[in-house]
């Protein structure tokens, strides 16, 4: 056998994971199909509390902490929310945070195997069997799938959601000074059933536009040519990568017999403000808590993983997406009942932080939106 667990992908949520077993005395094997360190699409938003899953200092990996956040209609209209003090959002850049994660995994006593790309997981006899693109297998007692939103592996083994519900995402990387460096910027009026977003980070700023109403994003270009002018940018500038989001979209079945799906690949994306990093990073420390149980004996330490999930994350996610549902199909009214109410700016900074989920809003919220008459398309 090759190892106690095989770890596939080391993005956030596959990297934190390989971290927790290995520093709890298991063997590890981390797998990633890229060479490392390597860029991904990603706002880079991350709640500062995730700081609490892990013994190390994550400062390392931080680039901007956002001390507020600030909220426009078609660039006007603005409002501007403070974020707690003891919570801040931080911006990270994934090439640095998940190879410094990687790192500490590898200082705790993982293998990383870069350049390693995964085929298939089948179960050999009370082994699974990794099978690699190259040719050959690994062995191990258990596996974590963290191969990201356009996992191959999670579903076929019954994990996650048979039919992942997807939002599409374009993203820009801009070189240069960012106007407000301790702001994070959300818009919602220049793209059709979803918003922009722009985040300082270090040397520039990271630009994103989402639709959270379906996989196609027509407009985004056109919203891009409004949004980069009004950061100090040319409307051309920077590069474009569009990829999927896969988000939350109910309760899901997360673990298996010595299996367990975190981060993207467990469809646990925020389907209202497109927070991945948070949900990725308690996934990995939760399945690693259950995974080591596991390990050591207990049959139902796995089924408790599916079950944290569900309580800690989809109970507010189930909430996130009924807001979402209402609020991207007439934004607009959205904007004047959600975002321009007195106390609305500091809940959604609450959100982000962590501090609060959507349960502690979504009835006032949903009630106020349908009474307006924004639930109807």
Known sequence: MDADVIV?????AGAASAFQLAAKGWRVKLLE????????????????????????????????????????????DPVLAELPGASPFWIVRRSVLDAFLARQAVAAGADLMAGTAVSAIVRQGEHWQVQLERGGALQAR????????????AAPLGLGSPRPRYAAA????????????????????????GFCWAFPREGGVSVG??????????DGEAALARLLPSL??????GVRRQWPLRVWDGHHRLHGDGLAVVGDAA???????AEGLRPALLSATRAAA???GWLSGDSAALAAYSDTMRKEWGSSMAWGRRIAQVFYRVPRVGYQLGIKRPTAPQRIAQILSGDMGYGDIAQRVIRRLLLSGAGNP
């Open 8 to 12: 596939v992908g080391s993005g956030a």
């Open 33 to 76: 199909a890229a060479e490392m360190p390597r860029a991904k699409p990603c706002g880079g938003g991350m709640a500062a509390s995730v700081q609490r899953w892990f013994p190390f200092d994550l400062a390392p990996a931080v680039d901007r902490v956002i001390t507020q956040v600030r909220f426009t209609w078609c660039l006007e």
């Open 267 to 273: 469809s646990l994306c925020d389907p209202f403000l």
């Open 290 to 292: 259950g995974m080591d």
């Open 142 to 153: 258990a596996v974590v799938i963290a191969d990201g939103a356009c996992s191959r592996l």
């Open 209 to 218: 536009v989402g639709t959270f109403l379906g996989r196609d994003l027509v």
């Open 232 to 237: 100090g940018f040319e409307a051309a500038s």
């Open 170 to 193: 374009l993203s820009v990387e801009l070189e240069g000074a960012a106007l407000e460096p301790d702001t994070a910027r959300f818009e919602f009026g220049l793209v059709r059933h």
